[in-house]
């Protein structure tokens, strides 16, 4: 088999995104050619890598890139969120003057970094994978530029993130110290073949280059207390932008923590293992704690994102291929509730008007049903209720957290899911019980209005029938 | 395979619920109607085809759900769930007749969320699965959350994110306890659970965690204050279903989980069970007759009841330690009749109170008196429902009550003396407020100006009554299915699992 072949959605993605960086040079400010070549660049995409599903897994270009079910289906599920991210938010960025055509190309650009990492196997290839979604992220924060919040997230979000890939080079290069190695499998062997002996120079250094590692992976997924920049970006970005950084972005980072620490580093569980759960408890906790005093949805979601990584973070202390199944259904079932409920976000919000605090969704349920029943079945899949998906996520982490002996930590988390359902249940208090306070008709476009309501539907479908993304999980672990 | 008449008892409701609320309010009374009186229908041959010498599951039902995690769809009834399904798809009949007219704002997403939870209500006394018990337990939250939440009183907001937080919080705990059971077992399924063996400190966390879930939704005291909240709060239906299906739950939940699976631990538990069982029935029984609000002395009267139950369950263990084995199969049986009959009997009272509300709209004592005069024949009803409610031989308060106190008879005078109090109390706080509000003469104007009840009212109640009196003459229509599940229990639950 032709190696290149393994990266056929990604070549193809990063061709079309140039194109289409040059004809947004020449598109007209107001039309929505932009948009539609970004949507066609993607589902097209999306078709080359379904056509992948099935295949036999390969590495190549040099055992740097890799093709498998794990990488394969992630990617399918970043393609098809993306579209969703694209679609809610057209209207949004047209409304605003924000540079729209570099919205959908930054967008873009974001999507291939993240499929690069779903599928790396070298450390510099998470290293760009990681770094070309990360820049096209800060540009995107950044598109309001009149808006000071917006630069100002902008900034820190800058900042931080370039702190924390120093870290994780910093941790890279101390594991390349100790082994000799940049790629994963490669590492993987030196250190399983040094496993009895843990006070070897080697092993020394590569669980120092561990820490850091840790660090940056902490602070892209936005665990405690590596969390500091997630409530202030969240607040100050566009809502359509922090839509995009609270979704796929989660479940690339989700697949970079799986290359890094099962694929490279497993030998050195033991230690990563009392790391993760320490960063679980903490994000649960205060994710959940702080979320309660938040008037602003965007906040608020900033902090529950917080204890839902927390939760992520859960499966995998377990260290079995369950439990990253489980981290892996959690991921991706994460992100598509949490795009419903800022696809809500984006449909109440018009020209001139944000809809980013509590009370603007007051009376929701009489001014526009489905977007208030979408929201609904959102929040109660993220507060863990069955029947909605969000509940087989955290059944299946509890589960295999309490396989592995952290009784305690599914103890807290169950503790502070219930402090967790206070809040979204507030959400769910002022759309159906509140009277409104706006009558300004909600009036969403029709292709939007089917998305989101195709988006409840999976939210709540997948509850009654998680097996269908569930057994995908399970055949990337096997 | 048979037929598979419990899926279709679950989804039926369900998917007609759906139905009514995507169609809009214009069609919803109709609509709901057949679905209910459809799906009690079908929930029918449950009853009359059901092998009453046997304790196997019946209509068992069963395929894969979720690979993986070893979470099937699993369905089957004994005799312990059955008359609550039955009970369920009654009571959704009785609810669509008492909103028909009443529920002016939003019908359909009303009716529709009853229709769903009364699917999703029969799916809780009906799964063999323990997950899939817990999505049926947990889901039932979200409706009612809605019906107390939109068409509550105006403390609504308070009473119903109180409710599901308190249960949510009870119920989480099982979850981990039922996880952990699957780590220990290997299967979710709850007869494998119930043939575990867990040594002693197991067992006791285990019972513990049952206890938060269960003792929550009963509710039993001091985990009881949301029921008085919620009920007050409620729209007249919403209570209804509360006090007749949701907090049997609880008791189903003990006879299910607790006794089977940690039969030793509950064991050990029993005097701290029966201690708190009688601070319901005697403490909570003053309380009830402390109150001005007739939903709220009917809420408090529910937990005094439930008293009795989680006392029947729990006496059998102080007879089981004294050979008694008949005695045990009488508390158990005594609960679970007790469950049935409040569950027509605190519907109907809730409904009593509706009719009135809908008139006066206030659920003041102080604003009634006299009602006889104008509706003499709600009063009749009125007072045959509070009579059953204290007790009266001849209805079925008396049976499950009487039963209880049999069985506590043989183990110790003390604890029976204490728990026949309630025949004392319980009469006193019902036929107190009878007083005040029906006899007497009329007291106010809007008293003078009320209307009797008309043929829907009447209907509604009048089948209501004739399930207190048929239970109470003849017990045996529903104890007569139960004697071969009870012995069964009663058989697992004196064997020690060390």
């Given amino acids: 088999m032709d190696k290149l072949q393994i990266a056929t959605p990604e070549i193809f993605l990063l061709a079309a995104t140039c194109a289409v960086l040059i004809v947004g040079l020449f598109a007209q400010a107001r039309s929505n050619t932009v948009y539609w070549l970004s949507q066609l660049t993607l589902v097209i995409t999306l078709g080359l890598s379904l056509l992948q599903i099935g295949d036999e897994s390969a590495t190549g270009l040099s055992g740097a890139y890799t093709m498998d079910i794990l990488s394969v289906s992630l990617k399918n599920w970043i393609l098809v969120i993306a579209i969703g991210i694209f679609l809610y938010s057209r209207d949004y960025i047209g409304n605003r003057k924000i540079a729209r055509s570099e919205y959908f190309v930054l967008g873009l650009f974001a999507v291939s970094g993240m499929m690069i990492m779903t599928s790396a196997t070298h450390m510099l290839t998470v290293y760009l994978g990681l770094e070309l979604l990360a820049l096209s992220q800060y540009a995107m924060v950044a598109l309001h530029r009149d808006n000071g919040e917006a630069s100002e997230a902008a900034m820190k979000y800058f900042v931080l993130g370039a702190l924390a890939s120093g870290m994780l080079l910093y941790g890279m290069s101390m594991i390349y110290g100790a082994t000799g190695s940049l790629n994963l499998s490669v590492i993987g062997d030196i250190l399983a073949g040094n496993a009895q002996n843990l006070t070897d120079a080697r092993t020394i250094g590569a669980r120092f280059g561990l820490t850091f590692l840790i660090v940056g992976i902490a602070f892209k997924l936005g665990a405690v207390p590596f969390h500091m920049w997630v409530p202030d970006v969240y607040d100050g970005a566009p809502t359509s932008v922090t839509m995009f950084i609270s979704t796929a972005p989660k479940i690339a980072a989700f697949a970079m923590l799986i290359r890094l620490l099962v694929g490279g580093l497993e030998t050195l569980n033991a230690d990563w293992q009392q790391m993760l759960a320490i960063l679980s408890a903490l994000s649960m906790v205060l994710g959940n704690l702080v979320a309660i005093a938040q008037n602003n949805i965007k906040r608020m979601l900033a902090y529950s994102t917080i204890s839902h990584v927390g939760f992520l973070l859960m499966g995998i202390v377990g260290v079995t291929s369950a439990g990253y199944s489980a981290a892996m259904f959690y991921a991706i079932t994460y992100a598509f509730t949490t795009l419903a409920a800022f696809g809500v976000l984006l449909a109440v919000s018009r020209e001139g008007f944000e809809a980013d605090q509590l009370t603007d969704l007051a009376g929701l349920g009489r001014r526009h049903a489905l977007l208030a029943t979408v929201m609904l079945l959102a929040m109660i899949s993220l507060a863990g209720v069955p029947p909605a998906v969000g509940f087989y996520a955290k059944l299946t982490v509890l589960e295999s957290a309490v396989n592995a002996g952290f009784t305690w930590l599914a103890l807290l988390g169950v503790f502070t899911s219930v402090v967790g359902a206070f809040y979204y249940l507030r959400i769910i208090k002022i759309m159906f019980f509140d009277e409104p306070v706006d009558s300004t008709e909600v009036s969403p476009a029709g292709d939007v209005t089917a998305a989101l309501a195709l988006n409840g539907l999976a939210v709540i479908g997948l509850g009654l029938a998680p097996g269908l993304v569930m057994s995908a999980c399970i055949a990337a672990f096997a | ?498």
């Fill in chain 2, 1 to 498: 395979m048979s037929f598979p008449i419990l899926s279709l008892t679950i989804w039926l409701p369900i998917l007609a619920g759906c139905l009514i609320i995507a169609l809009g309010d214009r069609p919803a009374r109709k609509l709901a109607g057949a679905a209910s009186v459809l799906t009690l229908l079908v929930s029918l041959p449950l009853y009359f085809g059901f092998d009453s010498a046997t304790a196997v599951m019946q209509y068992r039902e069963s395929a894969a759900w979720l690979p993986g995690f070893d979470i099937n769809y699993e369905l089957g009834i004994d005799g312990i769930a059955m008359p609550l399904i039955i009970l369920t798809t009654l009571i959704n009949v009785i609810v669509v007749i008492s909103a028909w007219e009443v529920i002016k704002d939003r019908p359909a997403i009303y009716l529709g969320a009853f229709s769903i939870m009364t699917g999703l209500m029969v799916g809780v006394f009906s799964a063999m699965d323990a997950i899939l018990f817990y999505i049926f337990f947990e889901a039932t939250l979200i409706p009612m959350f809605l019906i107390i939440g939109i068409w509550g009183g105006p403390q609504r907001v308070y009473a119903t994110v109180k409710f599901f937080l308190y249960t949510f919080l009870g119920s989480v705990f099982m979850l981990i306890a039922l996880i952990y059971l699957y780590r220990q077992g290997g299967t979710f399924s709850i007869l494998g659970m119930h043939d575990l063996p867990l040594d002693k400190d197991q067992q006791f966390w285990i019972f513990l965690a049952f206890l938060a879930a269960f003792a929550v939704k009963i509710p039993m005291w001091p985990v009881h204050t949301w029921l008085p909240d919620a009920h007050v709060e409620a729209p007249t239906a919403g209570s209804a279903v509360l006090a007749a299906i949701m907090l049997k739950m609880g008791g189903y939940g003990f006879l299910r989980f607790s006794l089977p699976v940690t039969p030793d631990a509950s064991g050990q538990m029993d005097s701290f069970m029966i201690a708190i069982s009688l601070v319901a029935v005697v403490y909570i029984g003053f309380v009830a007759l402390a109150q001005r609000d007739m939903k709220k002395l009917i809420a408090y009267s529910s937990i005094s009841h439930m008293g009795f139950v989680t006392l029947g369950i729990f006496i059998a263990f102080r007879l089981i330690a004294k050979g008694d084995e008949s005695g045990v199969a009488l508390g158990l049986e005594g609960a679970m009749v007790q469950m049935i009959s409040h569950g027509f009997i605190s519907a109907a009272m809730f409904l009593c109170v509706g009719v009135m509300y809908d008139r006066v709209h206030s659920r003041e004592i102080a604003d009634y008196g006299g009602v006889i005069n104008t509706m003499p024949i709600f009063a009749a009803f009125m007072v045959f429902f509070a009579l059953a409610n204290a007790g009266l031989p001849g209805t079925s308060g008396f049976v499950g009550e009487f039963m209880v106190i049999l069985a506590s008879f043989k183990t110790n005078f003390w604890i029976a003396f204490l728990a026949a109090s309630t025949l004392i109390l319980g009469a006193a706080y019902t036929l107190w407020m009878i007083k005040r509000v029906i006899m007497g003469p009329v007291g106010n104007d809007k008293v003078a100006a009320l209307t009797d009840i008309d043929s829907r009212e009447f209907w509604m109640l009048a089948i209501l009554a004739i399930f207190v009196l048929l239970i109470g003459v003849w017990p045996d229509v529903i104890a007569g299915v139960m004697h071969a599940s009870v012995e069964n229990l009663v058989q697992h639950i004196s064997t020690s699992k060390y």
